[in-house]
């Protein structure tokens, strides 16, 4: 269940994934244009019948038209009320006060948790679709718990993270009082409370503190990655990146003590955090320098709550 990269060839209508175990080296550049991926149906990728372009910055892997298609039939849009399969209802935990509560198809296991990265989870129920989703809006409504949290908010609970001990007492008097609510759907089993951590699926020992991990951006053709696999969560892929000699580049005054100082990430290079979902849609090939080129946002010392940084090339 590690993290993976997942690869497709429209002509051939092949498709093969790739794992990505800390240590693993991977150096890529972006060839061509980013191209909607289409629509999947049944198992497989049905090709965009636009050829649609897509801009490099987000994390959207559909153009417009396909996306309003993909969701004309998603359990996420309340579209699939008919949907037969059990749904369980979880808690995922992401940091301290940072607990959602979610559903997903009970055959899928705990694969959606894992692609959302939780760092522990707890099962409350599980049953029929519409019992799920009543007891996701009950958790909602009644105790205030969302179904979902922004990507930054995840990312920067990953660098303070308390005990295994006290996310699991946080997770389950969470757990016990949403069990004792009422009006809790009478046809949704409850599930006694077992909360699973991720530590060591994820390496989360191995990533710096929040400050001091760099972020890439989307790329652009010709942009390349070059860097070693430090952990994965979720979509997220932390790499020690290849850096010029001297540690830096790029221009503006200070720009290399600011990086020297949040970013370094230990010897070898500074570690930088890859939102995967950038890579969607692009065609990779190899890369042809040692270094990365693609944008890169360093956290700067002093930085306000706005989370202001520095961004450029090395």
């Known amino acids: 269940m590690g993290q993976r990269l997942g690869w497709y060839c429209a002509e051939r209508g092949a498709e093969r994934v790739s794992p990505l175990p800390p240590g693993r080296t991977l150096a890529f550049g972006a060839v061509g244009e980013r191209r909607c991926l289409g629509v999947r149906r049944a198992g497989r990728w049905i090709v965009c019948p636009y050829d649609a372009v897509l801009e490099g910055e987000g994390v959207k892997d559909q153009c417009p038209r396909c ?5 004309s039939r998603s359990v996420a849009a309340d579209t699939m009320a008919d949907d037969p399969r059990p749904y369980g ?16 198809a009970a055959e899928r296991g705990a694969a959606r948790l894992v692609e959302q990265g939780a760092v522990a989870y707890a099962w409350l129920g599980r ?8 007891a996701e809006a009950l ?3 009644a105790l205030g718990v969302p ?15 308390p005990p295994v001990p006290e996310r699991v007492a ?41 400050g001091e991990v760099a972020e890439l951006g989307g790329l652009t053709a010709g942009a390349e990655i070059v860097g070693e696999v430090v952990a994965g969560v979720g979509a997220d892929v932390y790499l020690r990146l290849r850096l010029r000699s001297g540690g830096g580049g790029g221009s503006g005054s ?14 070898g290079g500074a570690v930088a955090v890859l939102d995967a979902r950038l890579l969607s849609g692009w065609v990779l090939g190899a890369a042809r320098g040692r270094v990365t080129t693609a944008p890169v946002r360093w956290p700067v010392a002093g930085d306000d709550e706005r989370g202001a940084e520095q961004e450029g090339l090395f």
């Open 67 to 71: 996306a309003q298609l993909d969701r």
């Open 89 to 104: 209802v979880y808690l995922a935990y992401f940091g301290p006060g940072l607990v959602k509560v979610g559903i997903t």
């Open 127 to 134: 049953g029929p679709l519409m019992a799920a989703r009543r």
């Open 139 to 141: 958790l909602g409504s």
């Open 147 to 161: 179904d979902r949290f922004a990507k930054e908010a995840k990312r920067a609970a990953r660098g303070a993270l």
């Open 170 to 210: 946080e997770m389950g008097e969470l757990h016990r009082v949403a069990r004792e609510l009422a009006g809790w759907p009478e046809t949704l089993e409850p599930v006694a409370f077992a909360c699973v951590d991720h530590t060591e699926l994820f390496g989360l020992a191995r990533i710096p503190p929040v």
């Open 254 to 267: 200070g720009s290399g003590d600011a990086r020297g100082a949040s970013a370094k990430g230990g010897a």
